[in-house]
């Protein structure tokens, strides 16, 4: 058994919901508090109302119950924050890229491992490991938001 906690800032409505799903977490809940207070769960509550809120979206297909979707992603965030890649800092952090050119048969591509780094730096260790000199155009794009130059740029003559 494990004694983690897991910290989670719920509204006065997601912590009713939750009691009226598992009334055995009444306790845990804080139920007298008007706004938003932050719960303390053991890992086994919080899997106990990840795995309720699975069951009742599957029972109750046509009903999108918004606060039930938002517990279940605080929680698992903070589940992860504890337990998974939340709990290796950030500077320790090792990201691995597989990078393909598209339009090229054979496929032709590279594997990179880098540690946390701003897009710019991120953009040169692509090109390093490509062999490549910056003449090639490129852009990130992220959420649908794009970042990077799309213009070449040559050297003066």
Known sequence: ?????????????ERNEI?????????????????????????EQAESILLAIRSYKRRNR????????????????????????GSIPISDRVYQFKITLLGFKP???KRIQVKSCT??????HIQTA???????????????????GLMRTYAPR
């Open 19 to 43: 009691v009226a799903m598992l009334p055995e977490l009444a306790g845990s809940m804080k139920l007298d508090s008007k706004n938003g207070s932050v719960n303390s769960l053991s890992i």
């Open 119 to 124: 897009l710019d730096k991120l953009h040169e």
């Open 1 to 13: 058994m494990s004694n983690q906690q897991v910290k989670v800032l719920l509204s006065s409505l």
């Open 107 to 109: 496929i032709i591509w």
């Open 130 to 148: 490509m062999e490549w000199t910056n003449s090639h155009l490129h852009r990130f794009e992220i959420n649908g938001e794009r970042y990077g």
């Open 62 to 85: 046509f009903v999108v119950i918004r606060c039930l979707e938002r517990v279940s992603q605080l929680i698992s965030n903070a589940v992860d924050d504890i337990q998974g890649i």
